[in-house]
């Protein structure tokens, strides 16, 4: 557009007008329609989550609640104490305590594993499938999920919860050679995806331990978390491909990762800077690659490698964390992914887990509590504050007072000046 200084002078009286209008009528001028948070969407995933749980206690896979894969659960109920922190009620809260004592009930006393379940339609009883994806994963997502829930509500004590965060540590721990952690005890890779959570897990478990005042566990934990960020920075990185192996095998012995792979390979190169692990190479560097290969990532129905030719599906949502502490604006690839689900009436395979997983990337993204020196009894909700600057914490924002008075002064200036 050209400019000249009448058009500039025509210009500012125009936003004086606009300045005006916008003062008497407390229009929204901060809160585009694409970056404001959905807050029906938001209300409508959570009514989604609440509707996989059960009496007993249960958080299922899906509404149909026959199957529980407790990695789901977990996410599922990250994504309902984020949707409590941001409409600020916590009654769905009883949810998710009550899902916290079903996964410690049915968690081995002898090795913190937990198995996924399943039972039929009318069935109220729960068979074990004796297997489950991960024990390192499993365990972490359960430590994550009870240190964001007591976050936003402190109205329940941890005591009946902690024996299960005790067993989930020890279920980490089992699996832990040189530091890093196999994905199961008899499934030996070390999954740079896993390492990212498991290190969450550690971090949500030092949160808790100092919640409770018990020191021993808050040193146990942070110091694994630390001893990690190590390993994954010394070993991880392969230096030929320039991006991180997705894992590690026998004796240690590199998965190399191949940028065209979605899943796992190409997800792995953000999953630690999704859960706020800390790299020493450029974050942004990989969001840039990762966008460069797979601008299809956002949309569910499109077809990628994962890691053979297949739907992209729901479940690399958390890579929009790390885009967003990489400074960028996900708002398009919330909206996208929501009308998929919507489209499908919320249709497996979009499931408890991935509604949690889009609940947190409408809000900012994963971020693990950090413990404020406050005291045990503190009541004070944790209110979730985005880090990102394109993505707000409330509906709608207005301009301040303070702030109109000064853009009135410089219009009526600049009509003088021009
Ligand atoms: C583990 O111990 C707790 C507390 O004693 C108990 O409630 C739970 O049922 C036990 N878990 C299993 C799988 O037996
Ligand atoms: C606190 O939790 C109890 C259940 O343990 C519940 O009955 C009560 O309504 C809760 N209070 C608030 C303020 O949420
Ligand atoms: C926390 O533990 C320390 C050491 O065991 C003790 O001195 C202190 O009084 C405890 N604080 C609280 C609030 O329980
Ligand atoms: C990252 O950390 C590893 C392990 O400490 C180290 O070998 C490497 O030189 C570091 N790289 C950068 C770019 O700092
Ligand atoms: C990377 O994966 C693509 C897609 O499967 C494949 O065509 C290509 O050969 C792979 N590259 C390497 C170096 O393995
Ligand atoms: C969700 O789907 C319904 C129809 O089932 C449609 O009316 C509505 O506009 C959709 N919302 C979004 C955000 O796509």
């Not at 100092?210 to 070993?235: F, H, P, R, W």
């Amino acid at each position: 557009m050209r400019k000249s200084s009448h058009s500039r002078s025509r210009l500012s009286i125009l936003f004086l007008v606009a300045f005006v209008l916008c003062f008497l009528s407390n229009i929204d001028l901060t809160t585009s329609s694409s970056s404001s948070l959905d807050m029906k969407m938001i209300q409508q995933l959570q009514q989604f989550i609440i509707d996989c749980t059960s009496p007993d206690g249960s958080l299922s896979v899906w509404k149909d609640k026959v199957d529980v894969n407790t990695y789901h659960s977990n996410f599922a109920i990250l994504g309902l104490a984020r949707a409590m922190s941001t409409t600020g009620t916590t009654t769905a809260s009883v949810y998710a305590w009550n899902w916290f004592r079903w996964f410690v009930s049915h968690q081995s006393n002898s090795t913190g594993y937990i198995t996924d379940y399943t039972r039929a339609s009318s069935a109220f009883a729960w068979s074990s499938t004796n297997d489950m994806d991960s024990t390192d994963s499993y365990a972490a997502l359960f430590i994550m999920a009870v240190a964001s829930v007591y976050a936003v509500d402190k109205n329940y004590t941890t005591n009946q919860i902690m024996p299960g965060v005790r067993n989930s540590v020890k279920a980490m721990q089992s699996t832990m050679q040189n530091g890093l952690t196999w994905a199961k005890p008899n499934y030996h890779i070390k999954y740079l995806m896993d390492q990212s959570e498991v290190y969450a897990g550690f971090k949500s478990c030092e949160y808790l331990a100092k919640v409770i005042n018990d020191t021993s566990l808050a040193n146990t934990c942070s110091s694994a978390a630390s001893g990690m960020i190590e390993l994954v920075n010394q070993y991880m990185w392969s230096t030929s491909n320039f991006n991180y192996n997705y894992g590690l095998g026998d004796s240690d012995v590199v998965t190399p990762s191949n940028w065209t792979i979605l899943y796992p390979d190409a997800a792995s190169q953000l999953w630690p800077a999704a859960f706020n692990f800390p790299l020493n190479k450029s974050t942004n560097a990989l969001c840039s690659t990762f966008l460069k290969y797979h601008p299809n990532w956002k949309y569910p129905n499109a077809k990628d490698y994962l890691p053979t030719l297949m739907n992209v599906n729901y479940e690399m949502t958390p890579c929009g964390y790390a885009l967003i502490s990489c400074g960028l604006d996900v708002s398009d690839a919330v909206s996208s992914i929501w009308s998929a689900a919507n489209a499908s009436n919320l249709a497996y395979p979009f499931h408890c887990g991935t509604a949690g997983e889009l609940i947190l990337l409408a809000t900012g993204g994963y971020s693990t509590p950090v413990y404020q020196n406050v005291g045990p009894t503190s009541s004070t909700p944790y209110v979730y504050k985005s880090s990102s600057k394109t993505i707000s914490g409330s509906s709608s924002q207005h301009l301040s007072p303070t702030i109109i008075f000064y853009l009135l002064l410089f219009s009526t200036l600049s009509i003088f000046i021009a």
